[in-house]
T-cell receptor, first 119, second 113 residues
């Protein structure tokens, strides 16, 4: 099946620093990628939709200036958590859909996730 | 409001036993329903996808059912293995052409020897 690679798998950073998370579709092109956040024992919450070549669409309550999303190519989207604070500690997951096979039934492929801990 | 409710919240079963996980949804209009397996600290992996017209789909030891009239789905796991220990997430996609996904909170399954 299609592979979505997310990097790093875990990161620990100091409060006030920025952290970049990469999401790559390895064997397909993804016009759209999605970024989720998951707190312990909670479901995945959509943060934003990343569109190649245009601005990301953020969900209500998500600070676009804090969570910077760049989707510069059809196979790469990045999420940068700026000025991270301990409350940003969470599990961040990206997903992508195949550009060629887009339909409402198209499977979403998820990355492995990134465990962010801000100390 | 679109919602996906899963039960039970957690489940412990003996290795080799069967189990059934439940999913009720209120997403409208309905497009498809997906079951994912998520290992701790990993991203979700797709098990099955079912549209309105499909009422059962199997993937190895996993069998999902869908009743679009009652808006209920179940995931049945047969002959459980230790590696089945994970969270199982029900996800409903709404609207033709739409990619709005509504996630359930998942059922945490623990298979013990």
């Amino acid at each position: 099946g299609a592979v979505v690679s997310q990097h790093p798998s875990w990161v620990i950073c100091k409060s006030g620093t920025s952290v970049k998370i990469e999401c790559r579709s390895l064997d397909f092109q993804a016009t759209t990628m999605f970024w989720y956040r998951q707190f312990p024992k909670q479901s995945l919450m959509l943060m934003a939709t990343s569109n190649e070549g245009s601005k990301a669409t953020y969900e209500q309550g998500v600070e676009k200036d804090k969570f910077l999303i760049n989707h510069a190519s059809l196979t790469l989207s990045t999420l940068t958590v700026t000025s991270a604070h301990p409350e940003d500690s969470s599990f961040y997951i990206c997903s992508a859909r195949d550009r060629i096979k887009v339909s409402s039934r198209t499977e979403a492929f998820f990355g492995q996730g990134t465990r962010l801990t801000v100390v | 409001k679109n919602q996906v409710e899963q039960s039970p919240q957690s489940l412990i079963i003996l290795e080799g036993k069967n189990c059934t996980l439940q999913c009720n949804y209120t997403v409208s209009p309905f497009s498809n329903l997906r079951w994912y397996k998520q290992d701790t600290g990993r991203g979700p992996v797709s098990l099955t996808i079912m549209t309105f017209s499909e009422n059962t789909k199997s993937n190895g030891r996993y069998t999902a059912t869908l009743d679009a009239d009652t808006k209920q789905s179940s995931l049945h796991i047969t002959a459980s293995q230790l590696s089945d220990s994970a969270s199982y997430i029900c996800v409903v996609s709404g609207g033709a052409g739409s990619y709005q996904l509504t996630f359930g909170k998942g059922t945490k399954l623990s298979v013990i020897p």
